[in-house]
């Protein structure tokens, strides 16, 4: 039995449970985490795998491996592309702000999308930091200039896969100021070659996983059981295992969503938020 058991990080940033039995002997194990920001998730231990024998009993007849792999996929991808879970969220590598520029590029080759940016002026003691608002589209602007109490805004230009700043940059001789924050990564595809590999999910969530390829088991069957979305009087309804898998997904979006301050960016009046300065909590009777 242990006599006591603790965390601790080396200086390659692996994090390691320690424990020190009653014989003194010393037993180090590494510890695998899930994201980087906000904080340190605890890495799930279950794999796509795991989902389809948990359901298998509940289908008469399995596809073949190969479309399981897409099943299990597709759910992860629904998942993933519903809510920047902040397991599936990386820093940005800072990008330094030139004088009279509009348009920056980023040098992330697993982005998906934004979650949080903001400005901040490193060359201030202590540095100056500035939220930043993203909207849907900002049109290039070649007259005003602006700086880090002025540029409130931006978007994501998919035409030119760039940054574009509510206006362009006026830096000052001896400032600087960069653009630093966090993304969204995209998802490693589930194949063959990872079918038995832990997901990129909390343990905790795993039942929200295995409720949706159990959807897609059924669907694929042309099980009734599969359920469907209908619109009714402009609201969608779910049944079956499909109304199943949503409910535990608004569930879990539910538990992970702390947007009561300036945290929201997606672009206002879409259908992911709205921007920080019209953020209006939901209340639950």
Known sequence: MAQSTFTMIDSNGQNWQVSINTSGDFVATPVSTVGTTPGIVPAGT???????????????????????YIA?????????????WNWTVN????????????????????????VNLELNQTSSSPNVVRALTQKQHLSQDLVTTGGIETIRSYSWEPNISKIRLEYPAAIPSGTTIVIQGDYQY?????????????????????????????????????????????????GRVYTGAL???HDLLLQMKEAEDFSDGEDLVFPGGGTLGVGRDNFTPRIVS
């Not at 024998?53 to 289908?59: A, D, E, G, L, S």
């Not at 920056?104 to 998906?112: I, M, P, R, V």
């Open 46 to 68: 279950y794999s796509p795998s795991d989902a389809i024998t948990q359901n298998k009993v509940f289908v008469g007849n399995l596809p073949s491996t190969t479309i399981q």
């Open 72 to 84: 299990c996929d597709s759910v992860q991808s629904i998942i993933w592309s519903l809510f920047p």
């Open 186 to 234: 995209l998802p490693t595809k589930i194949t063959s070659s990872n079918f038995s590999t832990a997901l990129n999910l909390p343990d905790v969530y795993f039942p929200v996983f295995s409720a949706g390829v159990l959807w897609q088991l059924y669907k694929l069957n042309n099980d009734p059981r599969a359920g469907t979305a209908q619109v009714v009087r402009g």
């Open 243 to 245: 109304g199943e898998f």
């Open 91 to 114: 820093t940005l590598t800072n990008i330094t702000l030139v004088n009279g520029q509009q348009d920056y590029s980023h040098t992330q080759t697993d982005f998906y999308r934004f």
